[in-house]
């Protein structure tokens, strides 16, 4: 009997520190919805537009997808754009601990848009590789709007805007500091829709209860051991 209350003991203590472990190795970051002032340079002249915009990311292996969402369209078109023929792209620029810019794009336009109302940019995605272990920010950068086989606007900030998530990274091999070599930006062509803290969730927690598993297991080891000592 008092085998089995250390027994039940230990594995508590173990369960105990695998839940402190979680605690301290969950990631940290911080998104907010900001108002970007969009000036655009069209086939019809200038345009302007304020439009908020979210960055999340989720997690995947060494990288990030990181997804860029638009409340708002940013121009109008002055012609009917037919289903399909219109593509969104733009630059996030990276600050902080990392520099440089990422590149995301979305999907083809699933339906016609009607002349003289708002081209909807919806959601645009890409990947982030960290170089540089720490915390980056990931401001709105220049967007532009291909459609009709031409670039048909692009827009850039003109209020300086705020970063739109700050994410604190480890760089591939835990390296950090300045090391003169590129940034972490990798052009993408689009990839899965995005969700950051919404930064990861699922692949954090399944880092993190393989970790929990781990640490529980080797708890149970140990007290299996000390049993069989003291039975001896």
């Known amino acids: 009997m008092p085998n089995r209350r250390r027994t039940a003991s230990a594995l508590t203590a173990a369960v105990a520190v695998a839940g402190s472990a979680v605690l301290l190795s969950a990631p940290a ?60 792209r733009a630059e996030l620029v990276l600050g902080g601990a990392d520099s440089g810019k990422v590149q995301v794009k979305g999907a083809p336009n699933t339906a016609a848009i009607p002349p003289n109302t708002p081209i909807k940019i919806g959601k645009l995605t890409g990947t982030y590789t960290p170089k540089k272990s720490g915390r980056v920010t990931f401001t709105a950068g220049t967007l532009t709007v291909h459609a009709l086989g031409m670039d048909a606007a692009v827009c850039k900030p003109t209020n300086s805007p705020k970063p739109s ?68």
Not at 48 to 63: E, F, L, M, N, Y
Not at 171 to 184: E, K, L, Q, R, V
Not at 186 to 208: F, I, V
Request: with cysteine.
């Open 29 to 88: 970051a911080h998104a907010a919805v900001v108002d970007v002032n969009y000036a655009c340079e069209t086939k019809i002249g200038p345009k302007s537009a304020v439009s908020p915009v979210d960055i999340t990311a989720a997690k995947s292996g060494s990288s990030y997808t990181i997804t860029m969402s638009f409340d708002k369209g940013v121009s109008d078109s002055p012609v009917e754009l037919p289903k399909g023929v219109m593509t969104p």
């Open 165 to 232: 998530l700050e994410l604190d990274v480890t760089a591939a091999g835990g390296s950090g500091g300045s090391d003169g070599g590129p940034s972490g930006a990798t052009d993408s062509g689009g990839g899965s829709g995005g969700q950051l803290p919404k930064t990861g969730p699922l692949d954090s927690a399944a880092a993190l209860g393989t970790l929990g598993g781990t640490v529980l297991l080797t708890g149970a080891a140990g007290v299996l051991w000390l049993t069989r000592r003291t039975a001896r």
